[in-house]
């Protein structure tokens, strides 16, 4: 978000997943006319994507296979292979979601992340969205475009200007002089309407934004409306984002809205024991935490970019964290931050940037970071001097949350 307040978005553009994974596949055809087909509508055959140098012949993603086939007959034909597609997509967008937890994917070929929110790491927006770009270039292993924008439209603009492994901005408040010579042949509006414009003399975005609202309505009807939002870069920034539960997260949905963050803070506590819990069961620590709140449950609809209902915000540590009280700390700054505008019904604690945890002794203890072979050789040496009832190893007693010591953990003879 910048300064003012107002929505920036980033838009990611690339190959079609499918062209990646057969380029991967067959890294010679690189450079090549390539037609990768696949089931659409009613089952029958078309193109899903296609290389530059066929793109370039005429054919387009979505044409019927034969007739991609007629405008391109010396081009390498592929079929996609659907499972290995979907687990790009899978790869892509858990790559994304370690960014923002505000990611539309909006097809195999674009993508959009909200820029709101708090990262520990890059605080401006231009760091911010090409960490972003280098984040989903190392999954798709392909340069990619990024562009960032005040909305849907002028983001997307943007990153068709940039080249390939750069970002564009849009100037805050300059979205207009941006758009200006965009041509109305690409503006995401009816073919009829892009007809009348050009018989109309308006070929490009300064053209009808010359012209009042009022005007183009009287003309185009609703179209006109969207024509002149798009022209100014007005149009919409609420995205659709895509949710998954983390690779380790935990999420505890409340009995009542809740809006005071101070009463939040009284739940850190037990959700710092949760997460620990979580990485102790994958022998990780966390680089990076993300604090989410939200304001309902929302299963059928997720939330949307500037939607009130969501905040969120992270932090990382100089040093990994792993433990409860190593996660507390942080997690009581996050709700610290908090900025409520609505009762909040959910809240999300995510780990980040997972690492091996340092030795120490409560790793030891749990058994994560320690060389077992190595400890059990000590503790053979201690048994053969000292006899097998003076060592003993602690654990930690299963299930139970307490802080308590004496109560939390059990010591037994080795």
Known sequence: MSKNGRARLACLTFPHLALVLAWRAHPELQGEPVLVGGNGPGGRQVLLAASPPALVLGVRPGQDWRRAEILCPLAVRL????????GLRRTARLALAGCS?????SDDTSAYVDLTGTDPRRQQEGPR???????????????LS???????????????????????????????????????????IPPETVERLVQFGLRTCGDCASITMVDLQRQFGSDGILLYRLCLGLDSARIDPWHEPPPCGVRRVLAGGVDDAESLRFGAAELARGLAWELSQQGRAAGRIRLILRGEEEESRPPAHLDPRIWWSEVAPPIPMATADELLGPLLSLFGRARLSTAVMVVELEALDLVVPPASQVSLWQGRAADREVIQLAVNRLHDRFGRGLVWRVEVRPGHPGDVPEERLIWRSR
């Open 146 to 188: 990024v562009g960032v924008g005040p909305s849907r439209f002028s983001a997307w603009a943007a990153a068709q200007r940039a080249e390939p492994g750069r970002v564009r901005l849009v100037p805050e408040g300059k979205a207009a002089e941006f758009l200006a010579t965009w041509p109305v042949s690409a503006l995401p």
């Open 101 to 105: 937890p505000l990611v539309e994917w």
């Open 129 to 143: 969205a090409a960490s972003c770009g280098r984040v989903l270039q190392e999954a798709l292993g392909v340069p």
């Open 79 to 86: 079929q996609a292979d659907l499972a290995a597609l979907a």
